[in-house]
């Protein structure tokens, strides 16, 4: 309930008096406080209650999608949950294609050995319906339901499918890997691929997924402000 409170309360800032939201958070040089799109969405976000996502990987998403608007190329998420960060993503993508994927019924099996607190089935509040409902406003968007990889064997025919774009928020180790495992031959040169949770030390598996996985390949894991990272595919 405070939570809620509090973040309607934001949202009536932004809308109403930004410029006392900028001197609260302390940011009133950054660009995005003339980014009236972003701003717009956010404080939308905020009364929806549907994200995640603090104010710095909103921004984060709003600003990579838009970052590779010039590259060929699909986008895509990995853990979708009820639709909160793809808006973001949906909203800066202009026409492209956005894939989503998502069990829409929880996690899969967790291994508490790699994977911190979760547990099997959680985050299962959701469904395809209401992610498709959610974001209905925004053209060229597909849900692909079920375990990924298995839920990409669709999109394996289109062998010259690439994407420029990839949002990954599966939490768990195995998870994560196999989501780098099949998306980063894909990727188109420049492309990106981000992550949420690598800084997050009660989610111990995706940094460690991100840092075997490009242990022998020549990209860089750059992490990000709040608990994100990114990777450019060369």
Not at 42 to 65: C, D, F, K, M, P
Not at 136 to 145: D, G, K
Request: glycine share 8%; with cysteine.
């Amino acid at each position: 309930m405070f939570n809620r409170a509090r973040h309607h309360f934001i949202a009536w800032l932004l809308e109403r008096h930004p410029q006392v939201w900028f001197r609260w958070k302390k940011i009133g040089k950054h660009r995005l406080c003339s980014d009236r799109d972003f701003l717009a969405l956010h404080a939308q976000s905020l009364r929806e209650g549907e994200g995640l996502q603090v104010l710095e990987e909103r921004y984060n998403l709003w600003i990579l999608t838009q970052s590779v608007a010039r590259l060929p190329g699909a986008l895509a998420e990995v853990g979708v949950y009820r639709g909160g960060s793809a808006k973001f993503i949906a909203a800066a993508k202009g026409s492209a294609d956005l894939h989503l994927f998502d069990t829409f019924t929880g996690m899969p099996a967790v291994n508490p050995a790699t994977d911190g607190a979760f547990r099997e089935g959680e985050s299962g509040d959701t469904s395809v319906e209401h992610v498709r409902a959610y974001l209905a406003a925004y053209p060229a968007v597909y849900l692909h339901p079920g375990f990924f990889p298995a839920s990409g064997a669709i999109l394996e025919r289109e062998a010259s499918l690439r994407f420029k774009f990839v949002h990954l928020d599966v939490d768990l180790l195995a998870s994560t890997h196999d989501a780098l495992a099949w998306f980063y031959p894909r990727m188109v040169r420049g492309g990106l691929i981000v992550t949420h949770d690598y800084g997050d030390t009660t989610v111990p598996g995706v940094k460690r997924a991100f840092d075997e996985f490009f242990l022998d390949k020549p990209e860089t894991v750059v992490p990000l402000w709040f608990t994100q990272a990114v990777v450019t595919k060369l």
